[in-house]
């Protein structure tokens, strides 16, 4: 299984970024899928996931503010990323989950998003 990550950057508190993450050896669709991130210093932690029936959860901090969606033809999924706030500021990774325990079984590369003030 391979998860190639892209679309961070770098973005003006208050912007807009979307991530995408395509999947190789697997398929999304069948799979929780998740994002996660790590900031500096920090532990990652768990921001989005989706559901194979499509259901959607997120951490509180980006509740409201991001969304996760995927596309199964595109065998991609994808984090919409709005009101950005410093604090946002992670590499961002791209995660396929263990069915029966959520847990991380497969990591993407990662991508860097940078918000500045």
């Known amino acids: 299984v391979q998860l190639q990550a892209s679309g961070g950057g770098s973005v003006q508190a208050g912007g807009s970024l979307r991530l995408s993450c395509t999947a190789s050896g697997t398929r999304v669709s069948v799979n929780h899928m998740a994002w996660y991130r790590q900031a500096p210093g920090n532990q990652r932690e768990w921001v989005a996931r989706?559901?194979?029936?499509?259901?959607?959860d997120y951490a509180d901090s980006v509740k409201g503010r991001f969304t996760i969606s995927r596309d199964n033809a595109k065998n991609t999924v994808y984090l919409q990323m709005n009101s950005l706030k410093l604090e946002d500021t992670a590499v961002y990774y791209c995660?396929?989950?263990?069915?029966?325990?959520?847990?991380?079984?497969?990591w993407g590369q990662g991508t860097l998003v940078t918000v500045s003030s």
């Open positions: 995660v396929v989950m263990k069915s029966s325990t959520l847990l991380p079984s497969y």
């Open positions: 989706i559901a194979p029936g499509g259901s959607t």
